[in-house]
């Protein structure tokens, strides 16, 4: 691989990691890997976005817009 493609590579994949945490996919990531760690069987990916969103709803943070 060269230099060039290696970077773009680099670049690309960082950018790619920024999005998944700014949009909460890579919630759905941490939380299997819990599960996994923890020896749980994990919730449906669907039940688990609801309860992102009651929790969101029920108890909601600051935010600066």
């Not at 691989?1 to 700014?22: I, K, N, P, Y």
């Not at 919630?27 to 039940?47: H, I, N, T």
Request: hydrophobic share 30%; charged share 40%; aromatic share 8%.
């Amino acid at each position: 691989m060269s230099l060039l493609t290696e970077r773009v590579s680099d670049r690309f994949s960082g950018a790619w990691r920024l999005l998944r945490q700014a949009t909460g996919e890579a919630k759905w990531d941490e939380y299997v890997a819990r599960c996994e760690r923890d020896g749980v069987e994990p919730m449906s990916r669907r039940a688990f976005e609801r309860h992102r969103a009651d929790e969101k709803e029920h108890n909601p943070q600051a935010r600066c817009c």
